[in-house]
């Protein structure tokens, strides 16, 4: 049995914590002019963490948080993730310095250093000084994959270099190991999660839009997705309870047949998302 094998089912076993971990995106100083559920303004970010940190909360990056509960079941910790190393991300390093919290940056290595027009909705990219310099301040680099395509339709050597050559690229340019994986838009597999395994990554995270226990494979570990807007006791219960609603548990009903229609799209070459 592999030790990722092995790893999972023992997780299994028994749920012995649970741990909210928390996805942002982007961190603008200000709102967009268009409604964005990716774009959380920094002032709302600083509010959200400083709520945390004020009720006793160790807010660290997915790596160090999952270690912190493996060692310690009853610690109050909260894993807090960013994705796509985008370069508003800046403001965020601010918010996270100023609470002594840290973070894990998710980055797509085909758009490092990327720069676009202000409104330009994928935003322009953290370059790799600029990305070491995040790394110097704490927080942990992980990989997003190179071209942040939807892993669970790719060939094998389509994911092998997605995943491969990302963590080696980090690795070479920072000077770090890269130790944690996050899949592209949320897509993974059970193949998808070997590949990962088997290039050196220790965990992988997904969407999930659930709170993550002792009980989810160190691969496939869930986050909820932060919005813009959701502070006070919506921004409490959240971190309490998870994402409302149905749509998180439909979406995992409808997962199966979703990937097959993804996978028919990627035979004619289009990528669906």
Sequence with gaps: MSGRAASGRLLRRSVRWRMPVLM?????VEAPATPDEHAVPVGELADQLGALTADGWRLLGLTEALAARAADPGARVVGVTFDDGLLDFTHGVEVLASLGARATMYVPTGSVGVRVPPGDPYGSRLSWSELADVADVGVEIGSHSVNHRTLDTLSPQELR???????????????????SFCYPHGYSSRRVERAVAGAGYTNGCIVGRRIATSADDT???????????????AFDALVSTGE??????????AAPAWRAARRTAHAFGHELT
């Design 244 to 253: 409302p609603g149905l749509a998180p548990h439909l979406k995992r009903v």
């Design 24 to 28: 942002y995106h982007s961190t603008p």
């Design 219 to 233: 691969y496939r570990v869930p986050r909820l997705h932060v919005r813009p807007g959701v502070t006070g006791d």
């Design 161 to 179: 270099t997605e995943v491969v050559d990302s963590k080696r690229d980090l690795e070479d340019r920072l000077g770090r190991a890269v130790t």
